[in-house]
């Protein structure tokens, strides 16, 4: 039956690419395996109890709930995140100019849908979430990419890299950024960056995608403007998500933006799959109407604040002293670490062997070009003992290779 199909494939299956994490995972679920590797929450404080009795809502409401819904989301909920959002989206956003995705890479997947044709530009940071990026690439895309410091992206180099780009004949559609606690890097884009972000982004006439799944995960600090709100942020499609400040497995997540851009969304998403779950958006809206998404907030925030200490006091005593650069997040899931001496393949390996993962660095660069002294280290997952026991093994896995 291959070579039968094999004629049929579309130009895009021939060149599909699948997730380089959802691979890695695979190594991961051995028995004994400590796993910094999926950005995963902890499963430990999932409020099960509190989304059971929000499950209440099927005897109440079950005959509308059990029905498909509209592909726009379920009204109730997009009232509540109307308001719920409004303190971050700097205003509350009308119906239209929201939708319900099946997570926020849903979002990201129906933007560049309804933007992007094969061969077209996005700007990315390296690294950023290959999770996004790959998607992007299945799709057709190709990538112009800007490198990040500890305040986020470098976006001085953004109007170079757009009129070079433009100059060679390339087409730039939108930049997609992770302002908020940056997936694999953990940075966070400072105010004055990411007002330049916007102010560029709408000299040029290009298009932001905003992911922001962690901004309400910050454990120090205060709370930085998103670049929805900020001036200019009409150009800017905001994408939120319940996976990191609920559970992922609700697989609800919302977009922000332009009713137009909104509305073509809109339309691919009756194609793809009709509408999210009514199901999950009922109870997602249940639980936080009945107080329980504000009181579980500040739990996970104390959490894993908790596990991002132990992994800094794990590091500084475990990994051997000067081998490994990495910086404080202030929120987020995530550690970025670099090994100047060690490639990432074979302390990957080494890693390995010895029970303990992590998720190589290269993937996270769309064009394969950096990451090879990096691992990206996921510190929400795995329990305290854990955190310490994985990261001994890791430095032990360093000293091995120097
Ligand atoms: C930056 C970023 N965007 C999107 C997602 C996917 O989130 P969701 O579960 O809402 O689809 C993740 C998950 O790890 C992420 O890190």
Request: glycine share 10%.
């Amino acid at each position: 039956m291959t070579a039968f199909w094999d004629s049929l494939y579309s130009g895009a299956a021939r060149n599909i690419k699948p997730s380089p994490i959802r691979d890695m995972l695979q190594s991961c679920r051995k028995p004994g395996m400590i796993s910094f590797a999926g950005g995963m929450p902890d499963p430990a404080i999932f409020p099960v109890e509190q989304f059971a009795e929000a499950a209440s809502i099927l005897r109440t409401e079950g005959r509308d709930i059990l029905q498909y819904g509209a592909t726009e989301g379920y009204a109730p909920l997009k009232d509540f995140l109307a308001s719920w959002c409004a303190p971050r989206l700097g205003r509350k956003v009308d119906s239209d100019e929201m939708l319900i995705t099946s997570g926020s890479i849903q979002g990201a997947d129906l933007m560049t849908m309804a933007t992007l044709n094969p061969g077209e530009y996005v700007i990315t940071e390296a690294p950023t979430f290959l999770g996004v990026t790959t998607d992007m690439y299945n799709h057709g895309a190709k990538f112009l990419c800007v490198p990040c410091d500890e305040e986020g992206m470098l976006v001085d180099r953004l109007p170079a890299l757009i009129e070079g780009a433009r100059s060679e004949g390339k087409t730039v559609k939108f930049i997609y950024t992770i302002a908020t606690f940056q997936n694999p890097c953990g940075a966070t884009m400072s105010l004055e960056r990411r007002k330049a972000l916007v102010r560029i982004a709408r000299e040029y006439g290009v298009a932001i995608f905003e992911d922001d799944p962690y901004g309400y995960v910050r454990f120090d600090g205060e709370h930085l403007p998103t670049l929805f709100s900020l001036d200019g942020g009409e150009h800017v499609i905001y994408a939120g998500s319940f996976s990191k400040i609920l559970a992922p497995g609700t697989r609800v997540g919302w977009c922000c933006g332009d009713r137009d851009l909104i509305r073509k969304m809109v339309v691919f998403k009756q194609g793809v799959d009709t509408c999210t779950s009514v199901v999950a958006q009922a109870l997602v809206y249940q639980y936080a109407k009945l107080g329980h998404l504000d009181a579980f907030l500040p739990k996970i925030i104390g959490h894993y604040r908790a596990k991002r200490d132990v992994m800094m006091e794990s590091f500084a005593e475990y990994l051997p002293a000067g081998e490994a650069r990495y910086t404080k997040p202030e929120g987020g899931f995530f550690f970025w670490l670099e090994t100047p001496n060690i490639p990432v393949d074979a302390l990957f390996d080494q890693a390995i062997a010895r029970n303990v993962a992590v998720v190589k660095g290269v993937p996270f660069y769309p064009n394969g070009d950096g990451g090879d002294h990096h691992c990206r280290v996921c510190f929400t997952f795995a329990s305290a003992d854990a955190i310490r026991e994985g990261v001994k093994r890791l430095g032990d896995a360093m000293r091995e290779l120097l």
